[in-house]
């Protein structure tokens, strides 16, 4: 922590992400940033704190959550996809063994909540599982350090101020993350229903249900309501699968921020400055290792529900 | 925390990596397992046909074995009763031989006796004739009583 930052602002710097987008021409020669010039011009350009990031609205892309999702995706692609190529019958070593490990956890797991037959669904929940883990695995690398070598490189490469240069180095903090996620098996979800169910079976499934009569006119009256609660339950899934996660690593990023500001104590020079900043090194290891098991959990979490959400898409028959 | 491009940028990349290992990475490792699950279980296969032929073996083992021990047994009982009668035939043998040996001893002591009586009463005889013949002189025809001695020496 920069010692001519405030406790506030230490943490402000580390919850927004740097972002690059389109600065609208309204916003030009206003002042949006404390202690920043004014916005020079329009266009696509690095945005220099939160609230210029905010004026972008959704032209605007954040590079830092864009680069490790991408960097821990394709760690996880060429890991095993090394694995894969080496497998064989014979006797497997290293690699192989952990890589095959984990794909019959996931394919028991596959087997045990989703009965229908579709061969997608084992290896989204495989990229699910690992990708998420890897992404919050991120949480564990001391807050400091990625964004530190962040503001170097900016400083060096670009001539900015290092205090300027936004780094987010976990991906699932970002709602942009997890929602892409979590929206992109929903409409798989929407997808598949479609498929198996046809429209009229997927429509009948959201307003046929759970009220039902054999009168018709009764029926019309019902057909509203079931279709706002079904519809309800059905848009709660990707949100509360991604606000899950999101919520979960957001809350462990922020207790490490807060252990991370007890090493500033160590700047006052005062054996209760130094002591102060020892407690925080033990919590902080304390917290690393409970958070081994949520990032853990909160994997498992996502790739099995992604599981039953595609269970249920295939389920032709629902039995309320 | 506002959604931009990042959200639609994340669905993208989602979606490939999920194409990438739903294409690449999936099929070889689960087909590698599936093989190596199917390898395993002909090996477990085989070890227990393994096992039953070695029980079976092992059995056939213990048959030969014991007869091989009752069979070793018939030889010793057998030799054992010939070496009996071996023995007892030397035995009958030797008796024999000795008996023979004996009645081959007793008839030359008969023999040599038989001699040594003729022997004897040739000498007695000749004696007796001798002295016949002193006691008779010249008188006495030696051809003439030669029968009348002959006689006596018969009951000798």
Redesign the interface.
Known sequence: MASEQTSAQYIKHHLTNLTYGDMPQEAVGKQLCEGMPAVKEAGWQFAHCAAEAQEMGFHSINVDTMFWSITLGIVFIWLFRKAAKKATVDTPSGLQNFVEWVCEFIDTSVRGSFTAKNDLVAPMALTVFIWVFLMNFMDLIPVDLLPWVAGQVGSALFGVDPHHVYFKVVPSTDPNATFGMSIAVFLLMLFYSVKIKGVGGFTGELTLHPFSSKNPILMLVFIPINFLLEFVSLIAKPISLSLRLYGNMYAGEMIFILIALMFGLAESGTILGWFGAGVGGIMQLGWAIFHILIITLQAFIFMTLTIVYMDMAHQTSEAH | ???????????I???V??Y???K???P??????H??RN?IADGLAAAEKGQHEEELAKQRAIEILKEAKDQASDIIRNAEKRAGEIVDEAKNDAKAEGERLVTAAQAEIEQNITRAREELRGQVVSLAVAGAGKVLKKEIDEKANEDLIKDLAAQL
């Not at chain 2, 925390?1 to 669905?11: D, L």
Request: glycine content about 4%; proline content about 3%; aromatic content about 30%.
């Open positions: 925390m506002n959604f931009n491009y990042t959200f639609i940028g994340q669905m990349t989602f979606a990596f999920v990438f290992c739903f690449f990475v999936w070889p490792i689960m087909n590698a397992l093989e190596r390898k």
